[in-house]
């Protein structure tokens, strides 16, 4: 079945890059999605990645694909506190658009 | 702002109840999402609406049906709650929803559930 898995917390200093990991189960997925979730918030699309590429940058966001190991992972660069929120991998999985990992939190301390 | 609008934010309401929530997504999306947030679950995708049509279906209970209006809104009804419907529950638009290509997902605020 679908499993997208993640570690649910990870702390940072200010100034410092994050790097937030995932893996995931379908390895037709054409796209895999990174979403964040702020307090008392929505998600909000972050960035996306196309399965034939390995990697994306997006200003201080960068995404690695490993499409052997099926790892994903986000790296956020200079990490400031309002980077602070939930972040969610996702993948579509079937007839399912997408299927979330349960988030990573991610603190940053001042 | 994403654009996708939920009512109502918070709703209380008791075991065995009915309840409504409303979606109006975002202008020119034909598609609409409904999902679960819980603390034991995680984001659970409920089901999908395409220009009125049921497209896709997830982990929905019976107790739980959905429709997309003419006008595109859509609702999310809940019957027979129990303690354990109580969640967030997002609605989400894309401008398709096809699958295999790429359908940004805008999400709503969520709307609120505690069942006492």
């Known amino acids: 079945g679908e499993d997208v898995e993640q570690s649910l917390f990870l702390s940072v200093r200010e100034g410092d890059s994050s790097v937030i990991n995932c893996t995931y189960t379908?390895?037709?997925?054409?796209?895999l999605y990174w979403y964040k979730q702020e307090p008392g918030a929505g998600l909000q699309l972050l960035t996306y990645i196309f399965s034939n590429m390995d990697m994306k940058q997006d200003q201080r966001l960068t995404v690695l694909l490993n499409k052997k190991d099926k790892h994903l992972s986000l790296r956020i660069a200079d990490t400031q506190t309002g980077d602070s929120a939930i972040y969610f991998c996702?993948?579509?999985?079937?007839?399912?658009?997408?299927?979330f990992g349960k988030g990573t939190r991610l603190s940053v301390i001042a | 702002d994403s654009g996708v609008t939920q009512t109502p934010k918070h709703l209380i309401t008791a075991t065995g109840q009915r309840v409504t929530l409303r979606c109006s997504p975002r202008s020119g999306d034909l598609s609409v999402y409904w999902y679960q947030q819980s603390l034991d679950q995680g984001l659970q995708f409920l089901i999908q609406y395409y220009n009125g049509e049921e497209r896709a279906k997830g982990n929905i209970l019976e107790r739980f049906s959905a429709q997309q209006f003419p006008d595109l809104h859509s609702e999310l009804n809940l019957s027979s709650l129990e303690l354990g419907d109580s969640a967030l529950y997002f609605c989400?638009?894309?401008?398709?929803?096809?699958?295999?290509?790429?359908?940004?997902?805008?999400f709503g605020p969520g709307t609120r559930l505690t069942v006492l």
């Open positions: 996702a993948e579509p999985w079937g007839n399912t658009p997408l299927v």
């Open positions: 379908d390895s037709s997925s054409t796209y």
């Open positions: 989400a638009s894309s401008v398709t929803g096809s699958p295999g290509i790429h359908n940004e997902q805008f």
